[in-house]
């Protein structure tokens, strides 16, 4: 079952990080890419993917875990292709998969994000939507972590 809450971005630092541990200042990760270990404090700002939504024109934002779950049915669980680094080719694809996204609010940026998330959990076999409840809630383990 995928859990995007111990899956990790931190603010300044490329690519995601597995929570392995919590400390009284921050946490322990693992990064994603290379394996290292290094200990991330509270002022780093962690950003668990769980909590982690997009902008949309409805009424609610959509959560990534809804948007990882719209590519991973597009592309039956595979990688995503190359879609080009030109910003109305990449708002054209996005637009395929999340076609209320808020073409103001959302940036390119955001969405080379959601493209190098996306595959970078793909490749490590962390996208598994079998079994997963609908109505999840997020832990907020590090939001309690940041009140200590």
């Given amino acids: 079952m995928m859990e995007l809450k111990e899956i990790l971005a931190i603010s300044g630092k490329g690519g995601l990080f597995k929570m392995v541990s919590q400390t009284k200042k921050g946490v322990i990760v693992e990064s994603l890419t290379d394996g290292k270990r290094f200990p991330a404090f509270l002022h780093d700002k962690l950003s668990s993917l769980e909590e982690i939504s997009i902008f949309t024109t409805g009424d609610e934002d959509k959560p990534l875990k809804e948007v990882f779950k719209a590519i991973f049915d597009k592309y039956e669980g595979g990688a995503i292709p190359e879609v080009g680094s030109d910003g109305a080719q990449l708002r054209g694809w996005f637009e395929q998969v999340l076609p209320e996204f808020d073409q103001e609010r ?3 940026s955001d ?11 793909q490749q490590h076999n962390l996208l598994d939507f079998t079994g997963q409840p609908e109505d999840e809630t997020p832990s907020g383990e590090i939001a309690a972590a940041e009140n200590e």
């Fill in 111 to 121: 969405i080379k994000k959601v493209i190098a998330w996306y595959n970078q959990l």
């Fill in 106 to 108: 959302v940036y390119t």
